[in-house]
C-alpha cells in the first residue's frame, strides 16, 4: 500500500444503503449525508447497537443508525446537554450559588439554584438570556477521561462531596469528565458536541426554583404547553422530605448507610413511611364529607399498585369498613371486538377495549344495592364467560377496583363523582445520584419490570426492554393526562429500592449482547446500577411493595 493510500471501511446505514469510507471518518462528518432525512437534529449513533457521540472516529466496518432527538436516547442526550448549559449559565452569572437538577415536572425538570438569596423571576430571565448567549458561541462539549481516583481527588479538593460519593463505590477505574466553556463536570452519558445544538428551551420561575422546558420526542422542534402539575410537585417535594428524615438525599449518603452503618433501621423507617401514608388515605376515605363507595386506583406500570390495592384494604378494614375487590380485567370486550394499535396489534390498554356499558350497570346495581352476576375473562379464549358468580355489596362495604383508566371519568362516568375516590400510585423516585444527575422516575419501573417479568413471567430482559416503548405510549395516552384529576397520591418509590433491584437485574441486564438492538439500553441500566451498593432482599419485609417484583410477598 502506498504511504498516503486511505484505508476504507465499509458501514451499512439504517436504510440498507452501504458505503466505503475513509477509515477516522467521524460520526459527525457521515451525518452530514443524513440530516435531511431526520426529524430534528442528529445528537449521536449507534455503532453495532452501542450507542457513540458524534466525535467517534470509525475505525473498522460496522453498522451505524443516527439517533436525532425524536428518539428516547438522542432526547436523553439532548436533556443531559441542556442541564450542563444551565448549570454553566448559573455558574457565570452565580458562582457562589449551587444547582440542583431535581426531577421531572410538566413536560420539564424542577431545579433549585440554591444560595443566601432565594431564586426570583428575574434571575430566571437573566438565566435564560445567558443560556441563550451561550448557545449562540457555539460552545464544544470537551471530554475528557481520567482515572476514578484522579477524580474523586479533585472533587475532594473543590468541595464537590457530592460527586466524590457518587463515584466513591463504584467498580469502574476511569471517570469521564465534560469541560464547556473551562468549567469542568461529571455526567452519566453523553452529550451533544456543542452548545449550539441546543436551539429549543425555555425556563419558568417556579417557587423557589425554576422549571426547565425541553421538547418532547414525538415534536423534538416545539416547546409544549407549560401545565401546572401542583398534585405532583407537592408527592415529589413530599418524597424528598422523606429523604431528610432517612438523612439520604443522594445515592452516595445512601451506599454511606449501606456499607457503614446497616440497613436494618433504613428499611424499617422507609416501610414505616408507607404504611403511614396508606393509613392516612384510609382515614380520608373514612372520614370523607361523602360517604365514598368505589375506591378507583390507578398509575403507570410497574407502580406496586396491586400491593398498594391490598395494604388500602387492610387499614380500610382497621376503620371498620369493608373492602371487595372488582377486576376491570373481567370486564374486556371480546377478543374479535378489541381496537388495535398503529401496528396493528391488539390495543388491551385503549379504554374501547373495555366494555364500559355494562360495567357502569353493575357498578350503579351494586352502589344500589342490588345483586349482579360478574363476568369472568377467559384470557386464552378471548371472550368473557357467566359462571354464576354473583356479587351483592352491604352497607358496609366498598368497591376497589384497580386499572389503568380508573382516573378517566369516562369510566365511570354514571356514578356520582362524591361516590368515588381516585388515587394515582406512581414510583416517583426524587433522589439523585448527585446534584446534577437525576433518577429518571422511568428507570425505576423498568427495573422493576425487568425484574418481575423473569420472575412471574419468564420473560428476558430483552423482551421487557423490547416492549417498553409500547408500555410508556399507553402511559402517555391513557395515564398521566388523567394524573391530577386524583383525589390523592401515592409515592410506591422506596429510597433502598435500587440497592436491591441491582442484585437481581444486573445478571438479567448483563445476558443482553452486543447482537441486539437493546444492547444500549441493557448497558445504560448497568451503568446507572454501578452506582449502587446492593442490599440483599432478606432484609425486605413480606408486605413490601418491592416484593411484588422480587418475590416472597405475603399477598400471593
Not at 440554591?114 to 423571576?121: I, K, P
Not at 449550539?196 to 414525538?218: C, N, V
Not at 423534538?220 to 417535594?237: H, R, S, V, Y
Not at 443522594?250 to 436494618?264: F, P, Q, R, W
Request: proline share 4%; hydrophobic share 35%; aromatic share 10%.
Amino acid at each position: 500500500m502506498r504511504e498516503n493510500e486511505l484505508t476504507l471501511i465499509k458501514v451499512t446505514f439504517s436504510d440498507g444503503i452501504e458505503k466505503n469510507i475513509p477509515e477516522g471518518t467521524s460520526l459527525l462528518e457521515l451525518s452530514k449525508d443524513y440530516e435531511d432525512k431526520y426529524k430534528s437534529s442528529i445528537v449521536a449513533a449507534k455503532v453495532n447497537n452501542d450507542i457513540k457521540e458524534l466525535s467517534y472516529q470509525l475505525q473498522s466496518s460496522c453498522k451505524v443508525d443516527f439517533i436525532d432527538m425524536s428518539n428516547e436516547d438522542g432526547m436523553r442526550i439532548y436533556r443531559r446537554s441542556l442541564y450542563f448549559l444551565l448549570i454553566k449559565a448559573a455558574h457565570d452569572l452565580f458562582p457562589e450559588r449551587k444547582v440542583v437538577i431535581s426531577h421531572s415536572i410538566s413536560k420539564g425538570i424542577y431545579c433549585e439554584i440554591r444560595g443566601d438569596q432565594e431564586l426570583n423571576e428575574e434571575n430566571v430571565n437573566q438565566l435564560e438570556v445567558k443560556m441563550r448567549e451561550l448557545v449562540g458561541l457555539k460552545l464544544p462539549f470537551i471530554k475528557r477521561i481520567m482515572s476514578s481516583e484522579e477524580a474523586k481527588d479533585i472533587f475532594m479538593k473543590s468541595g464537590r462531596m457530592d460527586r466524590y460519593h457518587a463515584i466513591e463505590h463504584r467498580r469502574k477505574p476511569y471517570v469521564t469528565i465534560y469541560n464547556c466553556g473551562g468549567l469542568d463536570d461529571y455526567f452519566y452519558g453523553y452529550m451533544v458536541p456543542h452548545t449550539g445544538y441546543i436551539q429549543h428551551f425555555s425556563l419558568k420561575h417556579y417557587t423557589p426554583g425554576l422549571i426547565l422546558l425541553f421538547p418532547d420526542k414525538t415534536n423534538p422542534n416545539k416547546l409544549p404547553e407549560f401545565k401546572e402539575q401542583k398534585k405532583l410537585f407537592n408527592i415529589f417535594m413530599e418524597y424528598k422530605k422523606w429523604g431528610r428524615i432517612l438523612g439520604i438525599e443522594n445515592v452516595g449518603a445512601l451506599n454511606d448507610i449501606i456499607k457503614e452503618v446497616g440497613v436494618g433501621d433504613l428499611i424499617r423507617i422507609s416501610e414505616a413511611l408507607h404504611e403511614k401514608k396508606i393509613a392516612q388515605i384510609a382515614d380520608m376515605i373514612k372520614n370523607s364529607e361523602h360517604k365514598k363507595r368505589v375506591i378507583l386506583i390507578s398509575g403507570p406500570s410497574s407502580s406496586g399498585k396491586t400491593t398498594f390495592a391490598q395494604r388500602l384494604a387492610i387499614q380500610l378494614r382497621v376503620n371498620g369498613l369493608k373492602p371487595v375487590n372488582i377486576s376491570l380485567d373481567d370486564y374486556f370486550v371480546d377478543r374479535e371486538s378489541t381496537p388495535k394499535d398503529e401496528d396493528g396489534d391488539y390495543d388491551f390498554e385503549a379504554l374501547e377495549a373495555i366494555d364500559v356499558k355494562l360495567f357502569n350497570e353493575h357498578l350503579a346495581a351494586l352502589i344500589d344495592g342490588k345483586e349482579v352476576e360478574v363476568p369472568i375473562f377467559n384470557f386464552p379464549r378471548g371472550c368473557r364467560e357467566c359462571t354464576g358468580k354473583k356479587m351483592q355489596l352491604r352497607n358496609d362495604q366498598l368497591m376497589i377496583i384497580e386499572g389503568i383508566h380508573g382516573l378517566n371519568e369516562k369510566l365511570t362516568a354514571t356514578i356520582p363523582k362524591e361516590s368515588k375516590f381516585k388515587i394515582y400510585v406512581s414510583a416517583l423516585t426524587s433522589m439523585n445520584i448527585d446534584d446534577h444527575n437525576r433518577i429518571q422516575t422511568t428507570d425505576t419501573r423498568i427495573i422493576r419490570r425487568i425484574v418481575r417479568d423473569f420472575q412471574f413471567r419468564g420473560s428476558s430482559a430483552i423482551s421487557t426492554i423490547k416492549r417498553w416503548p409500547s408500555v410508556r405510549r399507553g402511559e402517555e395516552k391513557n395515564i398521566f393526562p388523567f394524573q391530577e384529576e386524583a383525589d390523592i397520591m401515592f409515592n410506591s418509590s422506596l429510597i433502598y429500592e435500587l440497592s436491591v433491584l441491582k442484585m437481581l437485574a444486573e445478571p438479567l441486564l448483563a445476558d443482553v449482547d452486543i447482537s441486539y438492538p437493546e444492547y444500549s439500553e441493557a448497558r445504560r441500566l448497568i451503568e446507572f446500577l454501578s452506582y449502587f451498593l446492593p442490599i440483599d432482599t432478606k432484609e425486605i419485609p413480606a408486605n413490601s411493595i418491592i416484593r411484588e417484583f422480587v418475590g416472597g410477598s405475603c399477598f400471593y
